[in-house]
């Protein structure tokens, strides 16, 4: 089996490059997913961050205002590093068992799809490390038009990862995510080919 550590910046085209290998028998594990999973009411990351933050970070429903929360922590390092301190244990963990699970099922190949794969040490887990990286012009419309927030926000985003510069000096295979989704799907098929012609 063989663990692709997908990575990239907000909005770079991680998860269309994760799905686009789904429909060819990839596993995909989407860490953004159980960081959903692992802040829901009653589970411990949850009760961690109602200790933390307060319950000004809460939804009426009582469940972590995602939101809130974001504009905090994209505008203040502590904050940030604190919410990573309580997330990044459970969602690795979460993920190892995922990993371990498709092994037994005989699973060819999982994709990790790990936004700060590299920055939380996600990237002994994995195999190989595939960066997608876009341009920044491409990343900045992204942002404000999927998430509908200002391009100062968005700017906030991004400086608290690390730069596609940075990513692409621990990555194996560098995929170029600046022009439609054929162009996209090629780059991925001829990779992913030599993954199976390696088996």
């Known amino acids: 089996m063989t663990v692709i550590g997908l990575c990239g910046n907000i909005a770079s085209g991680k998860s269309l490059a994760a799905a686009i290998m789904s429909e060819w028998g990839a596993k995909v594990i989407d860490t953004d997913r159980i960081s959903r999973e692992v802040v829901e009411i009653g589970q411990p990351a949850y009760i961690d961050i109602v200790k933390s933050f307060g319950s000004d970070y809460l939804e009426a429903d009582g469940s972590i205002d995602r939101r809130k929360l974001a504009s905090l922590v994209f505008t203040d390092e502590n904050s940030r590093q604190q919410l990573n301190q309580i997330t990044h244990p459970r969602i690795r963990e979460q993920a190892l068992l995922r990993i371990v699970e498709a092994k037994s099922k005989g699973t060819k ?3 990790l799809e790990v936004p700060l794969l590299i920055e939380a040490g996600f990237d002994d887990l994995v195999d190989q490390i595939w960066l997608v990286r876009a341009n920044k012009q491409r990343i900045y419309q992204r942002i404000i038009k999927r998430d509908q927030i200002s391009m100062k926000a968005a700017t906030a985003r ?9 990513q ?28 199976n012609k390696e088996k």
């Open 109 to 111: 190949v999982v994709v």
């Open 168 to 195: 692409s000096t621990y990555a194996d295979i560098i995929i170029e995510n600046n022009g439609n989704i054929e162009q996209l799907r090629r780059q991925l098929w001829k990779r992913y080919q030599e993954i």
């Open 158 to 166: 991004l400086a608290s990862q690390m730069t596609a510069k940075e």
